[in-house]
């Protein structure tokens, strides 16, 4: 007998350090999937990897007003990616923006988002990425203009534009506005494109989510807190999850550089964060619903603009969008009561205009629809007509756009 | 009996009174119902405006004929403009974020059309340099290592499955600087590339001789591609699999 259960002892043993590994397996694998998750949440796929590159190997140029950055290797190759570093040091980069050596990180990487994100999520993101397969691809040097190629001058811009701090909850709202406010402040880091950027390349805080032209591509990112831009004051939050999730929705469809959030990341966040970030978008909305119409009577000429827009409404929109502006939502979105199309800045109108687009294709809406670009068809004077009348036409309270600016943006850059 | 029912006409009238009203009121508020139609025809709406509405091509000289071409031929069109291999702004920014597999049935939606064919174009160029084209076209350039365009996308140029393109329907335009896109580097498939090799062998005068040959060919008799592997090719291609 008791040689027996000394027989049996190794195997008893065996037996537990078995299911021990098998429990540290499932640790780890649920620590990699959040991390995965949260990588997904951050978007990094988007800038660290390169058009035809290896995933997460960098290499992305970034074109800025100061010159342009190549994005870095963050893929576990000890010599050329962050293999080396410890889960301190990805924390410190996160948190600080700091390299290892404590050299200063280029603001391009939104450090003042992700120091909202708690030192758990940090943690489980270098896990993730530790676990990718590493690639060995040295890192491109930067190309900045003098004087914006010293590193020196960063410290500069973190004085007046990065508050180092983890994301503190505000007790008196909901657990959705909270972890809402969290994916959106932190990881989600929309306000680098929905702040507007100044001459230093910096954002300021007292206008945060107040909206903004994003530099070098041309797009118009909304105001999040005003109604009369991308306020989703009075969207419901299933339009609000429709348009993050699926990219497209009753009120309206994502393009540009937004298709390329919600194709890259939103489409991957569960329910519950989805509603999260609605709910917090939603109380972003400061004041009421937009004011109704308030266009001066029509000069002779702006009559005239607006009797050639139709014109061309009918002719070249109409089949779509239909008469009065209502589309075939979600696919055909309507132009009539579209806050994008009535914003101050007419730049995301007159370039759908030029160059259509395609919404993201999502596992929501895997087969988008696309609308046709008619640079090559209509002049200059056209493009303005057929806005201004979009614009201005059904209760639409835009303002009147010239040639000139429809001819500015013939020659923004695509991609 | 008519009193009985008095009350019951009058609030009849009063609830529909109210209604009528507010539908002449705000006809504009009504909420669309109506759909997109759940075609693919109306999905690539987008592309109608530059490649016709069955992809026929249109009046620009620059934009080819999708319709017809094997899908495989295609799909790799739309993936390289996705991924920023095959460079035009316009298509790029288009197709950015789209998934391979809607790309795949994009692809085999303009491979399943057969709209009619354009009238050949009448050949701004000399008899000697049609014929100088031709000869390239059905029979290459054996001295110079030169193959026929005819031994990989067939007799009649209606291309192979999956991935070599018809040269039909195409204008001389479009066809030169597609090859000129080959010989200078600017267009580049998967390797071993083996029209950046043809291409790399010809001269603008060749290519000028066979874009105006090719465009000046009438419709086929039949627009469709070769079966897989049917075409015995002079060389291999990264694209398509032998």
């Known amino acids: ?415 | 009996m008519t009193l009985r029912f008095l009350p019951i006409l009058s609030l009849l009238a009063a609830i529909a009174m109210p209604l009528g009203a507010a539908q002449a009121q705000a006809p504009l508020q009504a909420p669309a119902t109506e759909r997109a139609p759940d075609t693919m025809a109306a999905r690539v709406l987008a592309c109608a405006s530059c490649h016709g509405a069955e992809g026929e091509g249109t009046s620009d000289i620059y934009f080819p004929r999708l319709a017809g071409k094997p899908a495989g031929y295609l799909y790799n069109q739309l993936v390289a403009f996705r991924d920023g291999r095959r460079k035009y702004p316009p298509m790029n920014y288009l197709l950015d974020f789209l998934p391979d597999e809607y790309l795949k049935k994009i692809a085999e939606h303009f491979a399943s059309l057969r709209p009619p064919f354009p009238p050949p174009a009448v050949p701004t160029v000399s008899k000697e340099i049609l014929a100088r084209g031709e000869s390239i076209a059905t029979a290459g350039d054996p001295q110079r290592g030169v193959p026929a365009c005819a031994g990989c996308h067939g007799a009649t140029f209606g291309g192979m499955e999956p991935a070599i393109p018809g040269l039909l329907g195409l204008r001389a335009s479009y066809i030169s600087a597609q090859l000129g896109g080959w010989r200078y580097g600017t267009r580049t498939a998967a390797v071993p590339d083996c029209m950046q090799i043809v291409a790399g062998l010809l001269t603008e005068d060749d290519v000028k001789a066979v874009a105006a040959y090719l465009s000046s060919r009438p419709a086929p008799a039949d627009p469709s591609f070769a079966k897989q592997g049917s075409l015995p090719m002079p060389l291999s291609c990264g694209s398509e699999p032998n």
């Open chain 1, 1 to 415: 007998m008791p040689r027996t259960l000394k027989a049996l002892l190794p195997a008893f043993a065996a037996m537990l350090l078995l299911i021990g590994v098998t429990q540290a397996n499932a640790q780890d694998a649920a620590l990699l999937k959040k991390g995965e998750y949260l990588a997904r949440a951050g978007d990094c796929i988007a800038c660290h990897t390169a058009r035809e590159g290896k995933t997460f190997a960098g290499g992305l140029p970034m074109k800025t007003p100061f010159g342009t950055l190549y994005t870095s290797n963050i893929t576990p190759d000890p010599q050329t990616g962050i293999g080396m570093w410890t889960s301190d040091q990805f924390f410190q980069m996160m948190h600080n923006g700091r390299f290892p050596d404590g050299g200063l990180v280029y603001p391009a990487m939104p450090f003042g988002s992700y120091t909202k994100v708690t030192r758990e999520d940090s943690d489980a993101i270098y896990a993730y990425l530790r676990s990718i397969p590493p690639v060995k691809q040295r890192n491109r040097e930067h190309d900045l203009k003098f004087p914006f190629n010293n590193r020196s001058l960063i410290l500069g811009w973190r004085t007046l534009f990065f508050r180092e701090g983890e994301f503190k909850p505000d007790p008196t709202k909901s657990a959705d506005w909270n972890r809402g406010a969290y994916l959106v402040e932190g990881l989600g880091h929309c306000g680098m494109c929905h702040t507007a950027i100044n001459a230093l390349g910096g954002s300021s805080e007292s206008q945060a989510f107040e909206g903004g032209l994003i530099p070098m591509q041309n797009w118009y990112a909304p105001s999040l807190t005003s109604n009369k831009e991308a306020g989703l004051g009075d969207w419901t939050i299933e339009e609000i999850t429709d348009y993050l999730r699926k990219g497209v929705s009753t009120r309206g469809a994502v393009y540009g550089p937004m298709a390329e959030v919600v194709y890259n990341s939103l489409q991957y966040l569960d329910d519950e964060d989805t509603r999260a970030m609605a709910v917090y978008l939603k109380s972003l909305a400061q004041g009421t619903s937009p004011e109704k119409a308030s266009i001066p009577l029509p000069s002779a000429e702006s009559s005239l603009l607006l009797s050639l827009g139709k014109q061309i409404y009918d002719r070249e929109c109409a089949s779509c969008h239909g008469a009065v502006g209502l589309g075939m939502p979600p696919h055909y979105p309507p132009l009539a009561g579209n806050q994008s199309i009535q914003m101050v800045s007419a730049v995301n109108a007159i370039r759908m205009v030029l160059n259509g687009g395609y919404p993201p294709g999502t596992s929501g809406n895997p087969m988008p629809y696309g609308m046709p670009p008619f640079a090559h068809r209509l002049s200059d004077d056209e493009v303005a007509a057929v806005v201004t009348y979009i614009r201005t036409s059904w209760g639409n309270r835009g303002e009147p756009v010239s040639a000139r600016q429809a001819n500015e943006l013939r020659a923004a850059t695509l991609n």
